[in-house]
Nanobody
């Protein structure tokens, strides 16, 4: 599957932003999806993941309660709604996909096969 992330931008602390990732070439509903991020000078880290049907989700502790991952299998798109943004959320956000059976989710980067190009989110006043 090919992934194209979009929706990044500049937002003030405390603000909200939704990033999206559209997929092509493949049956979208066969894939577990994840969001990762990489801040300047740091390694890429896990943010959130969602199962094929969207029934299971899991979040990094740093974003739990503020970010929400969702997917629309009819539109071949996964979303990351980010609320109460902080300067430390500034990063390039990447979406990733992994073909899997029903009910699975994945937290490790190495578990994902297909990656989008990333979209930059900057949280600053």
């Amino acid at each position: 599957v090919q992934l194209q992330a979009s929706g990044g931008g500049l937002v003030q602390p405390g603000g909200s932003l939704r990033v999206s990732c559209a997929a092509s070439r493949g049956t979208f509903s066969d894939y577990v999806l994840g969001w990762f991020r990489q801040a300047p000078g740091q390694e890429r880290e896990f943010v959130a993941t969602i199962s094929r049907a969207g029934k299971r989700t899991y979040y990094a502790n740093s974003v739990k309660g503020r970010f929400t991952i969702s997917r629309d299998n009819a539109k071949n798109t996964v979303y990351l709604q980010m609320n109460s943004l902080r300067p430390e959320d500034t990063a390039v956000y990447y979406c990733a996909a992994r073909f899997a059976n029903t009910g699975y989710i994945f937290l490790r980067q190495d578990d994902y096969i297909d990656w989008g190009q990333g979209t930059l989110v900057t949280v600053s006043s």
